[in-house]
């Protein structure tokens, strides 16, 4: 293989741009032609491709975002719109593709696959909910923004005996809520996987104020529920003043940590290592601290579990 294209797909994470940069490198010291994708599969439909070289991914190992901009895409869900992206790439001489996005970007990459062109998938979300991994690119970089906004919420928190309720992203998986739950000993943590009853959580919040709590914190993950719905239940059940913080597409943004940056390293470069092996229809990711792939299909197929024991150990602390 002589020439690859890359792009990033669907939300955007912080650790994009440096496994943009992995993939760039990677290739041109295995004297290959790299050529980026702009917007995603849009780009690939609108031709917005451009050839990358060593010093075009300068300077943003660091920087969260996407150099190569991001998009959704209907018409690349139909066969026509493949077809016509699969036309352009081969036009171009472009022989394989590295896709960086979360799991719907990875149906995409999937269905080039099935269609005869080679793909590999790179995991970046903040959601750290794609099954096949332990992390997804941006993971890491978002949880410490979380615990930084809780951190600050809780000096406030303490001075006025408030209770918050802190929503954070997470639509269909709550990774993001417990890491983030567990890291700043909030009392109460709602995930989508878990099923919880208001009344418990009054409860709760009832018992550690008896027992002279300044402040309660309860992370509601966004796909349990809105925190401002859940934040009126309260008051309407409790006498305790509570307040509700959406942290929002902050969440998204920032110079990714160097768990991120390392992370995005590794496996962006070992994507350009399958192309070159012939490997394709995977998704590369990290097992253990080793870097694995395994078949898109396979990863799409399972369901992406909560860490049980980890929720668990949440409540066992917050007594
Ligand atoms: P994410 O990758 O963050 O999960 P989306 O779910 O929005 O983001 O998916 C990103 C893009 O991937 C979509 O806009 C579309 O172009 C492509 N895509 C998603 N699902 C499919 C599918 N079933 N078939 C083909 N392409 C898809």
């Given at each position: 293989m002589k020439k690859?294209?890359?792009?990033?797909?669907?939300?955007?994470?912080?650790?994009?741009?440096?496994?943009?940069?992995?993939?760039v490198?990677?290739?041109?010291?295995?004297?290959?032609?790299v050529?980026?994708i702009?917007?995603?599969?849009a780009g690939?439909?609108s031709?917005?491709?451009?050839?990358?070289?060593?010093?075009?991914?300068g300077?943003?190992i660091?920087?969260?975002?996407?150099?190569?901009?991001?998009?959704?895409?209907?018409?690349?869900?139909?066969?026509?719109?493949?077809?016509?992206?699969?036309?352009?790439?081969?036009?171009?001489?472009?022989?394989?593709?590295?896709?960086?996005?979360?799991?719907?970007?990875?149906?995409?990459?999937?269905?080039?696959?099935?269609?005869?062109f080679p793909t590999?998938g790179v995991?970046?979300?903040?959601?750290?909910?794609i099954?096949g991994?332990?992390y997804?690119i941006g993971?890491?970089?978002?949880?410490?923004?979380?615990?930084?906004?809780?951190?600050?919420?809780?000096d406030?928190?303490?001075?006025?005996?408030?209770?918050?309720?802190?929503?954070?992203?997470?639509r269909?998986a709550?990774?993001?809520?417990l890491w983030?739950g567990?890291?700043d000993?909030?009392?109460?943590?709602?995930?989508?996987?878990?099923?919880?009853?208001?009344?418990?959580?009054?409860?709760?919040?009832?018992?550690?104020h008896?027992?002279?709590?300044?402040?309660?914190?309860i992370?509601?993950?966004?796909?349990?529920?809105?925190?401002?719905?859940?934040?009126?239940?309260?008051k309407?059940?409790?006498?305790?003043?509570?307040?509700?913080?959406?942290?929002?597409h902050?969440?998204?943004g920032g110079?990714?940590?160097?768990?991120?940056?390392?992370?995005?390293?590794?496996?962006?470069s070992?994507?350009?290592?399958?192309?070159?092996?012939?490997v394709?229809?995977c998704?590369?990711?990290?097992?253990?601290n080793?870097?694995?792939?395994?078949?898109?299909?396979?990863?799409?197929?399972?369901?992406?579990?909560?860490?049980?024991?980890?929720?668990?150990?949440?409540?066992?602390?917050?007594?």
């Amino acid at each position: 293989m002589k020439k690859i294209g890359v792009l990033t797909s669907g939300g955007d994470s912080p650790g994009m741009n440096a496994a943009i940069r992995a993939v760039v490198r990677k290739a041109i010291y295995h004297e290959m032609e790299v050529y980026g994708i702009q917007y995603g599969f849009a780009g690939l439909l609108s031709n917005d491709i451009e050839k990358l070289e060593i010093g075009d991914v300068g300077d943003i190992i660091h920087r969260g975002g996407t150099k190569l901009y991001t998009a959704r895409c209907e018409e690349f869900k139909t066969p026509e719109g493949r077809q016509k992206a699969v036309e352009n790439l081969n036009a171009v001489g472009i022989e394989g593709l590295i896709v960086i996005g979360g799991d719907g970007s990875f149906r995409g990459a999937e269905k080039l696959t099935e269609i005869g062109f080679p793909t590999i998938g790179v995991p970046g979300t903040i959601d750290n909910d794609i099954p096949g991994t332990d992390y997804t690119i941006g993971f890491d970089t978002a949880l410490n923004t979380v615990i930084n906004a809780i951190d600050k919420i809780r000096d406030t928190a303490t001075s006025h005996e408030r209770t918050y309720v802190i929503e954070v992203m997470g639509r269909n998986a709550g990774d993001l809520a417990l890491w983030s739950g567990l890291a700043d000993g909030a009392e109460t943590i709602l995930i989508p996987e878990e099923e919880y009853s208001m009344d418990d959580i009054i409860k709760r919040l009832r018992r550690g104020h008896e027992r002279g709590k300044k402040h309660s914190i309860i992370i509601v993950a966004e796909g349990v529920g809105s925190g401002p719905d859940v934040g009126q239940k309260i008051k309407e059940a409790t006498e305790l003043e509570t307040r509700v913080t959406v942290l929002g597409h902050i969440q998204r943004g920032g110079s990714p940590t160097g768990y991120d940056r390392v992370l995005a390293s590794r496996l962006g470069s070992n994507a350009v290592e399958l192309l070159l092996n012939g490997v394709a229809g995977c998704m590369v990711g990290i097992i253990n601290n080793k870097v694995v792939h395994r078949g898109i299909s396979e990863v799409l197929s399972e369901k992406h579990q909560i860490d049980k024991e980890m929720y668990r150990l949440s409540q066992e602390l917050s007594i």
